[in-house]
């Protein structure tokens, strides 16, 4: 079967670290762009960052863009996010997702949950 | 990076059209092809619906639809079913090299 699993979640402090990671089976990542897309809860989708196949290209929302890093290994089909000086606001469901086709987000993980509180 | 302006809700009977708008500027949907659409039930994760603003990808069915003119885009759903009730969300690649989501739109059916 064909999916994404996100896994690194959990309760930090404000302040803290997580590091996010996506393990793709049934297929192999190596040759697709690849985002992280979050959501509070009740909340909308937020774009947070993509990588590009081999690494060479990233790109970050505002909001997270010196405090989160977006990484990949494609040796180990896996796709990571270390979020660092983490905010009440991160709080968030992190969805890992694949693009399959030009500018479409098509393969979404179920996500992992990152609650930021003291 | 401000989201897509879309409206909270809207509703129709079974068997009727709703279109749902996307609101942006001409750094985003204005100027891009990279208009998409996502479908969005309660606890699930998100499913694309229409992508480069008016294709659909395979298994989706025809009554679901895009279109773009000017700096808004839209997604119309023709005979509205049961199931259809949820939530429905755009996204557009922008002149920054980024991606912006909108604000998310809930779909009754009546």
């Known amino acids: 079967e064909v999916q994404l699993v996100e896994s690194g979640g959990g309760l930090v402090q404000p302040g803290g670290s997580l590091r996010l990671s996506c393990a793709a089976s049934?297929?192999?990542?190596?040759?697709?762009?690849m985002h992280w897309v979050r959501q509070a809860p009740g909340k909308g989708l937020v774009w947070v960052s993509y990588i590009n196949s081999d690494g060479s290209i990233t790109h970050y929302a505002d909001s997270v863009k010196g405090r989160f890093t977006i990484s990949r290994d494609n040796a180990k089909n896996t796709l990571s996010l270390q979020m660092n000086s983490l905010r009440v606001d991160d709080a968030a469901i992190y969805y890992c997702?694949?693009?399959?086709?030009?500018?479409?987000?098509?393969?979404w993980g179920q996500g992992t949950m990152v609650a930021v509180s003291s | 990076q401000s989201a897509l302006t879309q409206p909270p809700s809207v509703s129709g009977s079974p068997g009727q059209s709703v279109a749902i708008s996307c609101t942006g500027t001409?750094?985003?949907?204005?100027?891009?092809?990279?208009v998409s659409w996502y479908q969005q039930h309660p606890g699930k994760a998100p499913k694309l619906m229409i992508f480069?603003?008016?294709k659909r990808p395979s298994g989706v069915p025809d009554r679901f639809s895009g279109s773009k003119s000017g700096n808004t885009a839209s997604l119309t759903i023709s005979g509205l079913q049961a199931e259809d009730e949820t939530d429905y969300y755009c996204?557009?690649?922008?002149?920054?090299?980024?991606?912006?989501f909108g604000t998310g739109t809930k779909v009754t059916v009546l």
């Open positions: 049934g297929f192999t990542l190596s040759s697709h762009w």
């Open positions: 996204c557009s690649y922008t002149a920054s090299y980024t991606y912006v």
């Open positions: 997702v694949v693009v399959l086709t030009a500018g479409a987000f098509d393969m």
């Open positions: 480069d603003v008016t």
């Open positions: 001409s750094s985003d949907v204005g100027g891009q092809n990279y």
